[in-house]
């Protein structure tokens, strides 16, 4: 059993690894971790998590209501959506939030993340859809979020940035990890003419990977299943299920329904890769370029 102070000392370093890592900026983000059902570790408010020692740490019950701060210290004000987490997700250990530079312009964009492009991101996260708008520091956050949480270990929050949970810390910090490769990866195979997207038997394959590892957490490879039987990806297009319709999002048919594109999608392609090969001729053109 790990000691109070050493899961303070981790909750430093995973503060550290999100500054350098450029996840958060200033004094953004918040880390939070179990220790029992009604006693929770978590980051200070109004400091940089690239810059805290474990006396910056707070305790706080289930409720939020702080246990014990040092002098100067209190709990981030947005402790209600990792308890929101805590209450629904027994199976939870520890919750982190970030402003990672592609994901939340994904999250600001309205995109959500349910292309099927990398083994790694099909296996560990699967979906990750985009929770409504909330004011921080209110109940809005989490009350939004909840509908996902039965469903997800990620999620986007919509112009915020974006939330991961998992057993431990440091698998909520890997989590978080993974989203933020798999979103940078994202934009930028569009640039360079939209990603190559897993068929679906390529996709069944790696689910049934992952139920081999008997891997943690709530993912489409558990949930998600087809009326046919088959997996699917994305839980909106795909399956047609109404309870993933409701998600923001989920409106756009990435992977399911009719495999040939439309004419209108082939338009739209060949405008997009037009535009970035004529954006790319003018910066080369500036450099000296050709």
């Known amino acids: ?3 109070e102070y050493e899961i303070k000392k981790q909750i430093c370093d995973i503060g550290r690894r999100i500054y350098n890592r450029n996840m958060v900026a200033a004094n953004d983000g918040n880390i939070s971790v179990k220790l029992n059902d009604n006693e929770f570790l978590c980051t200070p408010t109004g400091v940089s998590k690239g810059f805290m020692t474990p006396e910056f740490i707070c305790k706080v019950d289930a409720k939020g209501n702080v ?55 099909v296996i560990a996260l699967g979906c990750v859809p985009i929770a409504e708008y909330g004011t ?66 390529n996709i069944k394959k790696l689910y049934e990977i992952r139920r081999k590892f008997g891997m943690p957490g709530k993912h489409p490879a558990n949930l998600c299943q087809n009326k046919d039987g088959l997996n699917c990806h994305n839980c909106g297009g795909a399956c047609h299920n109404e309870d993933y319709k409701q998600f923001p999002g ?41």
């Open 1 to 3: 059993m790990v000691n």
């Open 67 to 121: 246990i014990q701060a040092n002098p100067g210290f209190k709990p981030s004000s947005e402790i209600k959506m990792h308890m929101r987490v805590y209450e629904k997700r027994p199976d939870v250990g520890s919750v982190v939030h970030a402003h990672p530079i592609y994901a939340t312009s994904f999250a600001i964009a309205g995109i959500p993340l349910t292309q099927p492009i990398m083994p790694e991101a």
């Open 136 to 201: 921080p520091s209110t109940m809005e956050i989490p009350d939004n979020l909840e509908k996902y949480l039965p469903y997800f270990d990620a999620v986007l929050l919509e112009n915020h940035g974006a939330l991961t949970w998992s057993t431990d810390l440091n698998a909520a910090y890997m989590k978080m990890e993974s989203v933020e490769f798999y979103a940078q990866l994202l934009y930028q195979s569009k640039l360079l003419g939209g990603p190559k997207e897993f068929d679906k038997e």
């Open 250 to 290: 989920y409106q756009y048919d990435f992977v399911g329904g009719s495999d040939a594109p439309t004419a209108d999608t082939a338009n739209n392609a060949n405008a997009d890769a037009e535009l970035v090969a004529k954006i790319t001729k003018q910066v080369m053109a500036q450099l000296g370029l050709k």
